[in-house]
């Protein structure tokens, strides 16, 4: 193992990374498409769509688990990390769909989800078969303590982190839920293992993985308890164990190193003091890290809050800033945990929905970083009307009713449910304006939202006006902007209300008027204006007027 002050690395500097450049987007394969009538989305539903991703623009695919999973959680807990998910296809319908990626210039990276597997992992059915096991360390269990769990933890889906297992006699421990046991890391063998279906796929010929809640991997040295104030946010306790630099360092160099990857972890819990450290280049971890900070600004618990405009500048900078010359920052606003960006960020409403779609867009395409757009963001998808609680299939939905329904009223929880949980995420892809949105022949596994005959991929890829095909402009003009790609970052107006505008690099200006208001926003004094690069805005001397939900991007010189 490595100290904890690594020795930077001399070739920290050396030509740009492919990944600096691309432009992600993100498969939740169960929700894509289907294409054998079960309802649920599969493998050869993303080959049969590669060639719309494609004229999209996309670099990059993330796909969420395609791993052979009991499905506790969506695939996120996983049975068998080297098998397909019999559900979504076979290894060779994976095959097929990396190879016609491959044709098309695209690169995929996978879900490396390894701070816990499935209970019914063969690991974990060895490891509960009693203390002597050989696989016994290869999860975290303890005894109990006065009668009850080893510590207090907290697991994210309700309830302790512990569960008892009444054939060993002992505790195991799970931040997720009780079919998610994790992963001893301390375990050299457990570390190995990783490291070995790791190299399965990249030798298949993906690119490299997004790393699962992977600051989870290091656990709190002797589990103590949590203080009140840790358990209103655990996830900054369980992001914090001494040894997760070196095991990162140590994957990196007993498997990253030799393939040419792109790697992202999702910093769940992690500052963006802490992510400097995760994602700095010289340090040989990570190449990208997924903050939550501005996803979750409005997030207490299981509570919706409120966010402001200036709230949100002020985050971007920190992120910004905190990446620093030798970081590199995801830029996303939406992703399978969690609501549509459109929803959170922009404005819904049927008559407003298209306009602040694309600025809402413009934002995740224009910042300094590598943009990653979720399923259906280019269509500007909606969160889902839920009715009741039965609507939601997630388990996270549940466990949470059950700790908070003895305080809390039904209509509070799932008012704060609609507008928060993780399935407006994945209710499925809406292709065309037909039943359940084109998406399968059969009943699908969560329900289609009813704006499907509104919001739909077949009826903007026949209109230059939609959000589709401005976003595949945007994609396109981004390409060819290396002020976009290359660029600083500069906040010219942190505090204005209804208008975000941000330079980038030499030449461009980018204006997000975040309402439905008109503004008549005066630029800066010794800012001169060339024209618009990209969109459409009136322009008078140093006052640019922005209609309600639309964004430009000016070319500009300082006077």
Known sequence: MCDDQPTLRADAAAARPWWKDAVVYQIYPRSFL???????????????????LKALGVDVVWLSPHFDSPNADNGYDIRDYRKVMAQFGTMADFDAMLAGMAARGMRLILDLVVNHSSDEHAWFVESRKGRQNPYRDYYIWR??????????????FGGPAWTFDDGSGQYYLHYFAAKQPDLNWENPKVREEVHDLMRFWLDKGVSGFRMDVIPFISKPPGLPDLTPEELRAPQFVYAAGPKLHDYLREMRREVLDRYDTMTVGEAFGVTPDAARDLMDSRRGELDLVINFDIVRMDIDGWRKTSWTLPRLKTLYTQLDQAAGPFGWNTQFLSNHDNPRSVSHFGDDDPAWVERSAKTVNTLILTQRGTPFLYQGEELGMTNYPFQTLDDFDDLEVA????????RVSEAQYLANARAMGRDNARTPMQWTAGPHGGFTRGKPWLAVNPNAEMINAEDQAARPDSVLANTRALIAFRRGSIDLREGDYLDIDPDHEQVFAYRRGERLLVLLNCGRE????????GLAVDGAAFGAAEVEGRIVTLAGWTSVILTVRDA
Do not use: E, M, S
Not at 518 to 525: M, S
């Open 34 to 52: 289907d294409t054998n009538g079960d309802g649920v989305g599969d493998l050869p539903g993303i080959t049969a769509r590669l060639d719309y």
């Open 143 to 156: 005894d109990g303590k006065d009668g009850g769990p080893p510590n207090n933890y907290r697991a994210f």
């Open 399 to 406: 466990g949470r009713w059950r700790d908070v329904k003895h």
């Open 518 to 525: 008109t503004v008549r926003y005066a630029l800066p004094d």
